[in-house]
């Protein structure tokens, strides 16, 4: 199962389109998910989940050290909400990430990550992103930064030992 080349590498984020970047993540989110539900083979939910909590991680990195900090510059009120989310995503994937792959409980935390996420990239797409491609905000130069970070991130988790079952 080849679910590794899909992720971003090293320098590839779409500096002209931050926000089409974003909504690649959630998208590619989504699927990991549904894979992660359907499959059956004990090795490839290990892989799928281990892939899938990285992902999140990686975005909420991302969007936390790179977005967010110019969304509230435009206007403060936006990310208070949406970073509340993050810390209760991040309370699970920890849950997760902590726990054996084949864990009856793991199963049962997936959904409901799965609901808080799909909840959450849900609003940020309908709610948010339109508002910050309507504001007078240099794209280039957010997309600029958010790459810059994005190759910061990446360099420094491919140098750490990854958690039990996160091929990254
Ligand atoms: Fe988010
Ligand atoms: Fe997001």
Excluded: C, W
């Excluded at 909590?53 to 991302?62: I, N």
């Excluded at 726990?99 to 409901?112: C, I, K, N, V």
């Amino acid at each position: 199962m080849d679910i590794d080349s899909r992720m971003r590498q090293r320098g590839e984020f779409p500096t002209e389109q931050p926000i089409e970047a974003l909504k690649t993540d959630h998208a590619y989110a989504r699927e990991l998910f549904d894979s992660y539900f359907q499959a059956k083979d004990a090795g490839d939910r290990k892989d799928l989940g281990g892939h899938l909590l990285a992902l999140l991680e990686m975005h909420a990195e991302l969007e936390e050290n790179a977005f967010y900090p110019r969304v509230r510059e435009l206007d403060p009120s936006l990310v208070g909400h949406f970073e509340e989310e993050h810390g209760e995503a991040r309370r699970l994937i920890d849950t997760l990430k902590a726990m054996d792959a084949d864990d009856p409980q793991a199963e049962p935390l997936f959904r409901r990550l799965a609901g808080a996420i799909t909840t959450h990239v849900d609003a940020e797409e309908q709610q948010l992103f339109p508002k910050i491609e309507q504001a007078n905000l240099d794209m280039d130069a957010l997309g600029r930064e958010m790459q810059a970070y994005e190759i910061r991130l990446i360099a420094a988790r491919t140098q750490r030992p990854a958690a039990p079952g996160v091929r990254l």
